[in-house]
């Protein structure tokens, strides 16, 4: 025996047995709240590129400062502003849905920047001959600017889904069940933290590994050119 812990192989891997199960219920919900909060970062980070990237400075100057905000901020305070504020003035959220509306929050301010990354690298020409054409604004960027930004910000978006993942065990500062926290109710009960946070540990590196796959797989898949519009 070891700082505590005893080193029988055996009743080791009986102990690993037994709480796999409730460690993947929490890699569940790590995955539920990486999913949500990606989304929401994706689409937010777009809303906010498409405002940043306006002709007009009292469109384009709020989204950029709403942007450095967001960015600026610590992802924690966020999180207790929605969790512990919010309740005040009468909105009131689960913990799993604040937590990763909070993470949604945080990175849509760094994929708006990819977005807007994205967008620069096309052609002026292209913008320039759907103004001629009398295309509107919203039409030309969402039939000409993201079938062709997309695919060549995909990279850096898949990036930021693994930082996502990499964060959910913030949540557990509001009792968010996610893999993490359970490891460590688990350490808490048994005494032992060695064997569930080392289980944690290779979970997250495969689904990171899986999820950086998936990423990679989508990025050979999409066209440079751009996504065909039928």
Not at 71 to 77: H, K, M, N, W
Not at 130 to 144: E, K
Not at 152 to 168: C, E, F, Q, T
Not at 212 to 219: F, G
Request: no cysteine; charged share 10%.
């Amino acid at each position: 025996m070891l700082f505590g812990y005893s080193w029988d192989t055996s009743s080791n891997w009986a102990f690993a047995e037994s709480i796999l199960p409730m460690l993947l219920q929490g890699m569940i919900v790590t995955l539920q709240a990486t999913l949500l909060g990606f989304v929401v970062a994706a689409l937010l980070g777009l809303v906010l590129a498409g405002l940043k990237s306006a002709p007009v400075k009292w469109i384009s100057w709020p989204a950029t400062v709403i942007t450095e905000f967001i960015r600026d901020t610590p992802l924690l305070v966020q999180l207790f502003f929605l969790y512990y504020v919010l309740p005040d003035y009468g909105l009131v959220l689960p913990a799993f849905l604040t937590g990763a509306l909070a993470l949604g929050l945080q990175y849509s301010a760094y994929t708006a920047e990819v977005y807007r990354a994205g967008i620069q690298s096309l052609a002026k020409g292209q913008l320039e001959a759907a103004r001629a054409l009398d295309i509107s604004p919203l039409r030309t960027f969402v039939i000409v600017v993201l079938p062709q930004a997309i695919p060549r910000v995909i990279p850096a978006l898949g990036n930021y889904l693994v930082s996502i993942m990499k964060d959910v065990p913030v949540l557990s500062v509001v009792s968010v069940l996610e893999m993490l926290n359970v490891a460590k109710i688990i350490g808490d009960r048994t005494f032992n933290y060695l064997i569930p946070l080392s289980m944690v540990g290779g979970l997250y590196l495969l689904m990171t590994l899986v999820a950086s796959w998936l990423i990679r797989l989508l990025d050979q898949r999409l066209p440079k050119e751009g996504i065909p519009l039928k």
